[in-house]
């Protein structure tokens, strides 16, 4: 009979915090009650690991796995898990999950709540539909994990726990915004492309740029390159440029005596009414209502 085993793998790392420390530190902290860790761990090469809930439990978990394969059941779901892929439980859901006997997933895993915690989870679900996904593999994700897990090592203080909880965020958002998050390192050639125009719009803040002009800078069709744009940023490469038009007059607003006329012009806008429209459209407040925020009252 094959054995079965929920813990106990050599090289692992685990850490369950305290519940009293949670409710003493985390649970009604203003700054971190949004999401905070319960559990944390690393199981390498992890044979034989499983685990079987049948009433869920009341906290949320992601475990993602970097070698090895196994599965995973989550309400009426099954997965397969391989390398590379990671997979969330909610709270309250009814799960099973276990290790491939002859190749053995190696996992990193925690446990997490909170509102902010449960939107997470919301949102990563309304995006894919799922409750697994797969990622490019990124030296810094680990990174993170080590460091929460690190100072997590160090103690419950409030100032750790505090540090620790926030640094969470960013770890769930390497999950939820992958291609963001791994920019910084990619070759990707589609981010590469959106990337150069970005800088060419800056470069070019006080010119009238259209969309063929864009596009040529980096000798891709007009079509194309308006797709992917609009698939990197949300944003039409136009409106986008509209927005650094924006942002750098929010600039000379705060920080010079430039009239509104004097800006436009700075910006590549002739029609300092044009200007002001679009500066309301996008800050909601007209160019006068912006700079007189900053004014010191007597």
């Known amino acids: ?63 993602y796995n970097i070698e090895g394969s196994g599965w995973a059941e989550i309400g ?3 997965y397969q898990i391989n390398p590379g892929d990671f997979f969330i439980v909610p709270a309250g859901k009814v799960n099973r999950y276990a290790s491939e006997e002859k190749n053995p997933w190696s996992i990193y895993w925690i446990h997490f709540k909170g509102e902010t ?10 995006r894919t539909g799922t409750y697994t996904g797969t990622l490019s593999y990124n030296e810094h994700r680990i990174q993170l994990f080590d460091e929460l897990y690190k100072h997590l090592e160090r103690g419950y203080s409030h100032d750790n726990l505090c540090y620790v909880n926030m640094l969470l965020l960013h770890f769930l958002s390497s999950f939820l915004f992958d291609s963001i998050f ?7 050639n589609e981010t590469d492309i959106v990337h150069q125009t970005i800088l060419y719009m800056q470069k070019n803040m006080s010119s009238v740029l259209s969309l063929q002009e864009i596009s ?53 806008i002739e029609d300092p009414y044009y200007f002001s429209r679009l500066f309301a459209k996008v800050m909601s407040m007209s160019p006068k209502e912006y700079r007189n925020k900053f004014i010191i009252k007597s």
């Open 76 to 78: 009426d779901k099954k």
């Open 1 to 63: 009979m094959t054995e079965k085993k929920k813990d106990g793998f050599h090289g692992q790392r685990a850490i369950v915090l305290p519940r009293t420390i949670l409710s003493k530190y985390c649970c009604h902290n203003p700054l971190i009650a949004g999401a905070y860790l319960t559990d944390i761990g690393y199981y390498p090469k992890a044979k034989f690991h499983y685990r079987v809930r049948s009433q869920g439990i009341d906290q949320h978990i992601l475990i």
């Open 216 to 268: 040529a800078y980096v000798n891709t069709s007009v079509s194309h390159y308006a797709y992917l744009f609009k698939k990197k940023t949300g944003f039409s490469p136009i409106e986008y440029f509209n927005h650094l038009k924006v942002q750098k007059a929010c600039q000379y607003l705060q920080f010079t005596p430039m009239r509104v006329k004097e800006i436009a012009h700075q910006l590549g």
């Open 182 to 188: 791994n920019e910084t390192s990619s070759d990707d």
């Open 117 to 126: 915690a449960d939107a997470f989870i919301k949102t990563y679900f309304q």
